[in-house]
């Protein structure tokens, strides 16, 4: 490899590298203080530069939030998707959904959190139509665990499954607004415990 290769490699993944730095502190503020009254420049103190450097690596804020999203849901179906693939019975892979849910938590709660908060105002710009396609896909897929659990004998037929799914996804994804990587207990505990709480109510053995 050339030297002026082996350079422009280098700067290419410090830059990467930057940007991913970039992108963190940007979700840890709009987490924190909503998307809509963050400012670039408020991005860029948090970041410790300039408010004109920022835009050497994105174009915009809404680009900024756009990739963070991206990333986080990208990072959660491939996931989903692994467990759907396995061939797990329907207990099973509802265990392997709620571990996976609060593991993508713990690599992604600023995201998660923005999620909760802006996607229904994000939505309506085209920009994040697929916000819209996630949230239908995602209920599609629960919906359908839950129901081939009912079918299998495993969940209780008394139990509306469209609620189950509602309790579900609300327990789960808003523990985002107080889990903590450095809290005492991980994400795959948490997990863990909460299946044990929840399983037992809509199990039929």
């Known amino acids: ?11 290419a993944a410090a830059r990467a590298e930057r940007r991913a730095e970039l ?7 709009f987490a924190s203080r909503g998307y ?7 991005v860029a103190d948090a970041a410790g530069m300039l408010g004109g450097s920022l835009y050497y690596h994105f174009d915009s804020k809404e680009s ?3 990739e963070v999203l991206s990333v986080f849901l990208t990072d959660m179906w491939a996931a989903y998707d692994a467990v ?3 061939g797990l019975d329907a207990r099973d892979t509802f265990r ?3 571990a996976e849910s609060f593991r993508t938590i713990d690599r992604h709660r600023p ?9 229904k105002h994000l939505a309506t710009n085209p920009r994040f139509a697929y916000l819209t396609d996630s949230q239908r896909r995602f209920r599609a897929m629960w919906l359908s665990v839950l129901d081939r659990g009912v079918m299998e004998g495993v969940f209780r037929a008394d139990l509306d499954t469209g609620l189950i799914y509602r309790f579900t996804r609300d327990t789960v994804w808003l523990a985002a607004s107080w889990y903590r990587s450095d809290g005492r207990l991980s994400a795959d505990e948490i997990a863990r415990q909460y299946m044990a709480m929840v399983l037992d109510g809509i199990v039929t053995t």
């Open 1 to 11: 490899m050339s030297p002026r290769r082996r350079d422009s490699e280098s700067t």
């Open 23 to 29: 992108l963190a502190t940007a979700a840890e503020v």
């Open 36 to 42: 809509a009254s963050t400012t670039v420049r408020e």
């Open 64 to 66: 900024m939030v756009d």
């Open 84 to 86: 759907i693939a396995s």
């Open 96 to 98: 392997a959904l709620i």
């Open 111 to 119: 995201a998660v959190v923005i999620y909760q908060n802006e996607s």
